[in-house]
């Protein structure tokens, strides 16, 4: 019996809908029919429909108006008339899934429906993958279906049930500050502050003071008294981010908070206790900065009990396709659309060199979004990145609505099957059959 599968036949021929009818109920099918193109156009607007079959020519409301008002994932079949092949075609180029001329053979509907049904079994297979991998693998903001993100994830569970100073090491865009609020939201600390600053962004006269704090009078401009950052975060977590541009002088002081956890603000004699817990970062390699007399090993030691180090983008490229998902959802939100990007896109993607790691693919997603008048991001759109490899890429390469069905399915199973390392068990899982099953497709494909 085939899946819930819901079909209307729109023709002002009564006979042909009736036939049409007739043809998929032998397969099971229910076809709604209607020969009233006005009535149909409203329903379906209204999202109703899997698959609509459409002749091209009728009054008042033509099959060509009913394909321009069908929702995204509707598929559309254009019947046309004979000798009307260039008007088939150009349906096809506006969205037609495919098209029938008439007088059509039984069996070549049939088997434009069964294809049709083909890809929206796969298109919910594919959609149930990227909704696994969103919920699986996606932790406390941060995305990553790689063996290392998998690895820093569990470092980030482990580390978040500790009290220890946690040193998170990257380059810039990599993401430590996800990681900072990550081990914070994940620790018995959550309901209580989570404060960060840059310490590179504030002037060497004015860092003393942010994390110290000062009393009024204490300099030139301290016009009323100010907390300092440890004293804000009491209770809670402090990330110091790129704390390897912290003055060589300031550092003994620090160092001195963090054996102690007693502050003392500026101008001022007393000494407060204070409960942090410390996650500091860093895009620069401390150990040289250290032979360079440029930070306190001492400082280090204390301060990195626990050192995660983050990959970069071009380190993990498998994990891309997702990344780029989760910030177009963002992205959808912030510009009021239904952005998405095909496998074209994300092929140019995976092949660009990212220096800026996942924060420069943040900028070229929003900067292809704004530029493209289409929802759906494709290469064209990013023209501007300068690819150097062009072997690299996405086993998707080239997927389009005349692609065979077994293509898409080869490219799919070997997608899943390579991205779990060739497990077949949990690739099973993830395509929805059972093991057996798998084999018979990795032989029948030659997949091994």
């Known amino acids: 019996m085939p899946e819930n599968i819901k079909i209307i036949a729109v023709d002002d021929e009564p006979n042909s809908t009736k036939l049409v009818a007739k043809v998929l109920a032998r397969k099971g099918y229910t076809v709604e029919q209607m020969n009233d193109s006005k009535a149909a156009l409203e329903m379906i607007e209204k999202g109703n429909y899997d698959i609509i079959i459409s002749d091209l020519q009728m009054p008042v409301v033509t099959g060509a108006d009913l394909l321009n008002a069908k929702p995204a994932d509707s598929l559309f079949i254009m019947i046309t008339g004979y000798g009307s092949v260039d008007s088939a075609v150009e349906s096809m180029k506006n969205g037609a899934f495919d098209y029938i ?7 070549e509907l049939s088997v434009k429906i069964d294809k049709a049904v083909e890809r929206i079994r796969l298109t919910k297979k594919l959609n149930e ?3 696994q991998l969103d919920e699986n693998y996606s932790f406390s903001g941060i995305t990553g279906t790689s063996k290392k993100m998998q690895a820093v994830f569990e470092l980030i569970r482990n580390v978040a049930k500790t009290k220890v100073n946690v040193l998170v090491e990257g380059k810039s865009g990599t993401g430590k500050e996800l990681v900072a609020r990550a081990i914070h939201k994940n620790s018995d600390r959550k309901n ?6 840059n310490c590179s962004a504030i002037p060497e006269s004015l860092l003393e003071s942010e994390l110290f704090g000062h ?37 003994s ?37 250290i032979e360079e007399k440029k930070f306190r090993e001492d400082l280090y030691y204390r301060i990195s009990t626990i050192t995660i180090s983050l990959p970069s983008l071009n380190e993990k490229r498998e994990d891309i396709p997702l990344i780029a998902n989760t910030i177009l959802k963002k992205l959808s939100a912030k510009l009021d659309r239904e952005l998405s990007i095909n496998e074209s896109g994300l092929d140019l993607l995976i092949k660009n060199d ?27 759109n990013f023209k501007f990145l300068n690819i150097k490899n062009n072997n690299a890429g996405s086993t998707f390469n080239n997927l389009n609505g005349m692609e065979k069905l077994a293509d898409i399915e080869i490219s799919y199973i070997k997608k899943v099957l390579e991205e779990n390392n060739w497990n077949k068990l949990k690739a099973s899982q993830i395509l929805g059959i059972d093991r057996k099953t798998l084999y018979k497709k990795i032989r029948e494909y030659n997949l091994e």
């Open 354 to 380: 990212w220096k800026g790691n996942v924060r420069e693919l943040e900028n070229v997603l929003e900067r292809a979004a704004i530029s493209s008048t289409s929802d759906v991001l494709d290469s064209k």
């Open 129 to 131: 993958f990227k909704f």
């Open 101 to 107: 001329s008439k007088p059509f053979h039984l069996e």
């Open 192 to 197: 209580n502050p989570f404060v960060a600053i």
């Open 215 to 251: 009393t009024k009078g204490a300099f030139t401009g301290a016009s009323d008294f100010q907390k300092g950052v440890f004293e804000q975060a009491h209770g809670g977590t402090l990330f110091l981010d790129e704390i390897a541009e912290m003055p060589f002088n300031l550092q």
């Open 253 to 289: 002081k620090l160092l001195r908070v963090i054996e102690t956890w007693e502050v003392k603000a500026i101008g001022s004699d007393k000494v407060k206790k204070v409960d942090v817990r410390l996650v500091s970062a860093t895009n620069q390699n401390i150990q040289e900065l």
